[in-house]
């Protein structure tokens, strides 16, 4: 038997509990305490993927050096080409900035006019005498300049046995540079090889003691052989070659390499030129390399000099690299010991001037002689700064092969 007080009970409790949000809802409440302020939620910023840095190839790099009177400048370098690798220029032709060939410089098939050619390195050494810093130039304004009707392709600053100074050229010399030219440009058109294949017959010459043959003319075909472009373009490199060549002897002779240009002796006359070009071995013995490298540098300067003030081809280091392109296909020939003529035997392998030329070019100033140009050999680099001093050795290895 059950108690009913209990059962009461038990309802009363169970109403007070399902009506108590009721009856809070009348009654006076306190204030509700104070809530604190959310604890602020701090987010790590995301973390970035890691990143693989692009693979380079490491290209050595000279610090600033102290020039004196400058101050410190950045030395560019340019490494020496691989082997085989060319030398020549990827600059595309400004072919809207260049004159038409003069009246008879080239004849019905294309090519340069011997006679027109020869002819054309007085006036292209005229332009550079014009163009040479004045304290230079009165000491080769009155050496005189020949061309040397000779079969070695040759051009040399030289003083005769009567210690007289002068310049000349060989008219293989004359010939090389214009069959030279010409493949280059119809090689530039016409995405073809005409200059390797003069290269490589021209050595074939030089091996078997035969004159300097022209170019091939199968070699140069079709409507691209006259081309206005072309024959544009053939002028100017031309002019750019016979004017390093020029300007690399003058500079032999200002720079004091030859020790005859202020010597105050008669100019030699042509004929001691010829004797000078049959005798040069003898007569003229070959100057050290870095004469050879000095004269690349302030010759190059000069033509830069010259060229920026002209109008209708202007000049730069293209002619440079395409005659240190052509003597470049010597080079096996050269290192297994055959003739192969006084002015290939007495300068630096063209793997190694090029490099230097590229640099003058980089390095050029207008109005204002060459800066100091590192020379590279095997082991680094080295730059002579002046103050006899001696030069500064940057052991910096090179691909020298």
């Not at 031309?238 to 005859?260: K, N, P, S």
């Not at 100019?267 to 000078?276: F, I, M, T, V």
């Not at 207008?366 to 730059?383: A, E, R, Y």
Request: with cysteine.
């Amino acid at each position: 038997m059950h108690d009913p007080r209990l059962r009461l009970g038990a309802s009363v409790g169970i109403l007070a509990i399902l009506c108590a949000c009721d009856v809070a809802r009348f009654l006076p409440q306190p204030p509700p305490p104070p809530v604190p302020p959310p604890t602020p939620v701090v987010v790590p910023p995301p973390t970035p993927p890691p990143t693989t840095p692009p693979t380079t190839t490491a290209t050595p790099t000279l610090p600033g050096l102290p020039i004196p009177g400058i101050g410190t400048l950045p030395i560019p370098t340019v490494p020496p080409p691989m082997p085989g690798q060319s030398l020549l220029s990827t600059r595309a032709p400004d072919y809207a900035s260049l004159a038409a060939p003069p009246p008879g410089a080239v004849d019905a098939a294309g090519a340069l006019v011997t006679s027109w050619a020869e002819q054309r390195t007085s006036g292209i050494h005229e332009e550079l005498l014009a163009a040479v810093f004045a304290d230079q130039r009165a000491r080769v304004a009155s050496i005189p300049f020949h061309v040397v009707n000779d079969a070695e392709p040759n051009a040399a600053a030289g003083c005769s046995q009567s210690r007289a100074p002068m310049l000349m050229i060989t008219s293989a010399m004359v010939s090389v540079c214009a069959a030279s030219a010409e493949a280059r440009a119809y090689d530039e058109l016409a995405g073809t090889h005409a200059l390797d294949a003069f290269a490589d017959a021209l050595v074939e010459d030089v091996r078997n003691g035969r004159p300097v043959r022209p170019l091939d003319r199968s070699l140069v075909t079709g409507p691209l052989a006259t081309d206005p472009r072309k024959l544009a373009r053939e002028v100017q490199l031309y002019d750019e070659q016979v004017a390093f060549i020029l300007g690399h002897e003058l500079a032999h002779h200002y720079r004091g390499h030859t020790g005859c240009a202020d010597a105050g002796a008669s100019s030699a006359s042509a004929r001691e030129a010829e004797d000078l070009q049959r005798g040069l071995a003898n007569a003229a013995p070959p100057l050290e390399q870095p004469f050879e490298v000095e004269a690349d540098v302030w010759g190059l300067t000069n033509v830069l000099e010259r060229g920026r003030t002209r109008t209708g081809g202007a000049w730069n280091e293209e002619g440079a690299l395409l005659s240190l392109e052509v003597f470049r296909h010597f080079g096996p020939m050269a290192a297994g010991g055959l003739d192969v003529g006084v002015f290939l035997s007495t300068h630096p392998p063209s793997e190694l001037r090029a490099p230097v030329v590229s640099q003058a070019a980089a390095m050029y100033r207008p109005g204002q002689p060459p800066l100091p140009i590192p020379t590279i050999d095997g082991q680094g680099i080295s730059i002579d700064l002046g103050g006899g001093a001696g030069p500064i050795h940057l052991p910096i290895p090179l691909p020298i092969h």
